[in-house]
């Protein structure tokens, strides 16, 4: 395992953002699993968790106007860090008026990082303008069998679900993921669930 402190990388037309390397999940098809980057970035373990400062300082480095999106994913579950996702996302709304701000997650914040009198939806649909949630699979079976939520209680896939919903609910736009590792009976089901939030469905390609 390489460690380094790569806090942001290109992909495509995007930058990504790499705030934590926090997980309360062991996917199957997790990239970690593979190599210490992705996409051919620089290692993207990090020496330590990085403070605003230092993401405010990576981030100026590049030209933000150039990129289509600022996707806050990482080498880890980013709202494990939620106050600091809050207030990067904040900082880089009011740093770059008008940038597009999207956030790949699980959707459990609710289970590991509870808000009182607050959801997270509530907290961070303000600042972010795009979910990329982990759907997974069309039922909590299979979807705890390639997930592997640890130490999470059962209810994790209707947890994400809610998340989800109440993103969307908020106003915000929503697409659900899943990894074509899962049997093609299994995406049509998933593809039946996201049809019945009223959420689209991205199968990606599992990437060695």
Not at 40 to 50: A, G, I, Q, T, Y
Not at 87 to 106: F, H, M, Q, V
Not at 159 to 176: E, I
């Amino acid at each position: 395992m390489k460690k380094a402190m790569t806090l942001t990388y290109e992909v495509g037309n995007n930058l990504y953002l790499n705030i934590t390397n926090q997980c309360p999940c062991n996917c199957v098809f997790c990239i970690r699993k593979n190599d210490d980057g992705a996409y051919e970035s620089d290692p993207l373990w990090l020496e330590h968790e990085p403070s605003l400062s230092e993401m405010q300082s990576a981030i100026q480095k590049r030209n933000i106007s150039s990129y289509a999106e600022i996707v806050v994913c990482g080498y880890g579950e980013p709202t494990m860090r939620l106050s600091f996702l809050y207030d990067l996302c904040a900082w880089l709304k009011s740093e770059y008026p008008g940038i597009y701000i999207r956030l790949n997650t699980n959707g459990l914040t609710a289970l590991y990082y509870p808000i009182k009198d607050q959801s997270a939806p509530a907290l961070l649909v303000p600042v972010i303008d795009e979910f990329s949630i982990s759907l997974n699979a069309g039922s909590p079976e299979i979807y705890n069998q390639v997930t592997k939520p640890r130490n999470l209680p059962d209810h994790a896939y209707d947890t994400m679900l809610k998340f989800a919903l109440d993103c969307k609910q908020l106003g915000a736009k929503v697409c659900f993921t899943v990894v074509d590792v899962i049997p093609p009976e299994e995406i049509q089901k998933a593809q039946e669930k996201a049809d019945a939030c009223g959420i689209p469905l991205h199968v990606r390609n599992y990437i060695r």
